[in-house]
């Protein structure tokens, strides 16, 4: 039984590393790509834009700044998902009889 607990907080460990390290991950490219927003805004004056996420590069344009608002949204989302996961925070909803 001992062993079955310890390999309980071994993998709990583990997944919170994995967690946190995907939440880093994350954080990066939301930086990336709204250093790229910023870039390519109407008075930045740069037309063309190198993406590097840290695992890709991307040359995106200003027509791309619609897509690039997408995917910051989606990764802000995706954020939020993995912090609640990292954290235990949920939703729980209660009604009061």
Do not use: C, H, W
């Amino acid at each position: 039984m001992l062993l079955f607990a310890v390999a309980q907080v071994y993998i709990r460990i583990m997944d919170n590393t994995f967690l946190q390290a995907r939440i880093d991950a994350t954080k990066i490219a939301i930086v990336a790509i709204e250093d790229a927003v910023l870039a390519l805004a109407p008075n930045g004056g740069i037309n063309e834009y190198t993406l590097d996420t840290g695992q890709t590069r991307t040359r995106v344009t200003r027509q791309n700044i619609t897509e690039l608002n997408r995917m910051l949204d989606s990764m802000y989302n995706r954020l939020v998902t993995l912090e609640a996961r990292l954290n235990g925070s949920g939703s729980v909803i209660m009604r009061m009889l």
